[in-house]
């Protein structure tokens, strides 16, 4: 009888165990991915602003502002395209479909967006967040804005949200967009 009480404590030690396991194993994956979307992000933007700077080099002199067009609205596959073409890239990179809602705006005309910037819609305020946090240390929150007339100022980088739901707070039911300024750009 001892021993079918004892066998009957340790299964159930062990399904609390595997629970614990699973909840708290979840948790750490799920950041996990998260931080790994944002690294991606942000190293496709460095990417695309490096393609630039070696394909002006090789075609232009260093004249980035040739891959820029006036508006968000242009051809990004006849920018990647040039970006190819000019030996920057060896193909288009494309953000990692999980959280993000568009592929990669390039832009630097005049916009809402500041001038000369790469852009990538969102669909995560805890993505957004951890763009904030590796752009402005642990502190880091994402901008809140009316509309998206920002550029980060002392980081390459950022996430701003837009205030959809009008209660001056970045929350799950808002728009969010990672922004990388383009090294280089002068425009």
């Known amino acids: ?109 005049d916009q809402t967006v500041a001038s000369g910037g790469a852009l990538v819609f969102i669909d995560s305020f805890k993505l957004c967040q951890q763009i904030s946090i590796m752009a402005k240390g642990s502190s880091g929150t994402p901008e809140l804005l009316t509309d998206f007339s920002y550029s980060p100022t002392t980081q390459s980088f950022d996430c701003a949200c837009s205030d959809d739901n009008t209660n001056a707070v970045c929350d799950a039911s808002d728009s969010y967009a990672f922004y990388y300024k383009i090294k280089g750009f002068s425009g």
């Open 1 to 109: 009888m001892a021993n079918l009480i004892i066998t009957i404590i340790s299964i159930a030690l062990v399904a609390v165990a595997a629970l614990m396991g699973a909840y708290y194993g979840g948790q750490a994956f799920n950041e996990g991915q998260t931080k790994a979307i944002a690294n991606t992000l942000v190293s496709q933007a460095e990417m695309i602003s490096a393609a630039m700077t070696i394909g002006a080099m090789n075609e232009s002199g260093g004249d980035i502002s040739q891959y820029f067009s006036d508006n968000w609205g242009g051809d990004i596959d006849t920018f990647f395209s040039n970006l190819i073409a000019d030996g920057g890239l060896s193909s288009a990179p494309v953000p990692p479909t999980q959280l993000t809602t568009s592929g990669w705006y390039i832009g630097g005309g």
